[in-house]
């Protein structure tokens, strides 16, 4: 196992990129730390309970990749002031403004990623979407921190091939492109683009 984490944390820096691994994956502390250790930039967690048993095992890095309701704002909130430094997710704009409205009134900049459909199996807006600017646009004007873009190919699941894997992590990579640059020539900072399914 510490082989395959740090073979896979050499190829990811050899790229010049970060690995944030997913939780779900292992859900197994010590390899979620054996990833920290082996210069993991964070750890994705489907939940926030996951968020907050990261956070008191030592990682404040967290990201929840589940687009957030409204109602689940308060313990985001209560991990954030605790020092955690979540980052959160949402795909409409309504939810963003939920988030603006909230974290306004809690003097909070929540840390915001935005998520991409490129498989139209999962959540997400579309690249073409007319509402994916305007979400950049309510965080970013009502001063939240838009972190990026994001994307997980839930199709990945259903392919059996390296060549189908291939193809679709490509796809993944020009549709959640495109997502940040369509809000860059919009004149909005998009800084990151996230991509990656387990298989």
């Known amino acids: 196992m510490q082989r395959n984490i740090q073979r896979m944390q050499h190829r990811i820096n050899e790229l010049g990129v970060r690995l944030r691994p ?11 730390q054996a990833q920290i250790a082996a210069d993991a930039s964070g750890v994705t967690v489907s939940t926030l309970k996951e968020a907050e048993h990261c956070f008191a095992e030592g990682i404040n890095d967290v990201f929840y990749a589940v687009a ?3 109602g689940k704002l308060d ?3 209560k ?3 605790n020092g955690c430094r979540l980052s959160i997710l949402t795909d ?5 403004q939920a988030i603006v409205a909230f974290g306004q009134r809690h003097d909070e ?5 935005i998520e991409i459909d490129c498989d139209g199996h999962r959540s997400g807006l ?14 970013i004007e009502g001063g939240m921190h838009l972190r990026g873009v994001m994307t997980h190919a839930g199709s990945s699941y259903d392919l059996d091939t390296p060549e189908a894997l291939q193809a679709l992590a490509e796809q993944e990579r020009r549709l959640c ?3 940040a640059e369509r809000i860059r020539q919009a004149g909005l900072p998009c800084a990151e683009v996230s991509i990656g399914s387990p298989p």
């Not at 409409?92 to 963003?96: C, G, I």
């Not at 579309?126 to 965080?139: F, H, M, N």
């Open 75 to 77: 313990q985001a909130l």
């Open 79 to 81: 991990l954030r002031r």
């Open 126 to 139: 579309t690249i073409d979407d007319p509402s994916l600017v305007e979400v950049a646009r309510t965080l």
């Open 177 to 179: 492109v495109s997502a």
């Open 92 to 96: 409409s704009v309504v939810a963003a």
């Open 109 to 113: 900049n929540f840390d915001v990623w």
């Open 68 to 70: 957030i309701a409204p």
């Open 22 to 32: 997913h939780v779900k994956t292992s859900k197994c502390l010590p390899v979620i």
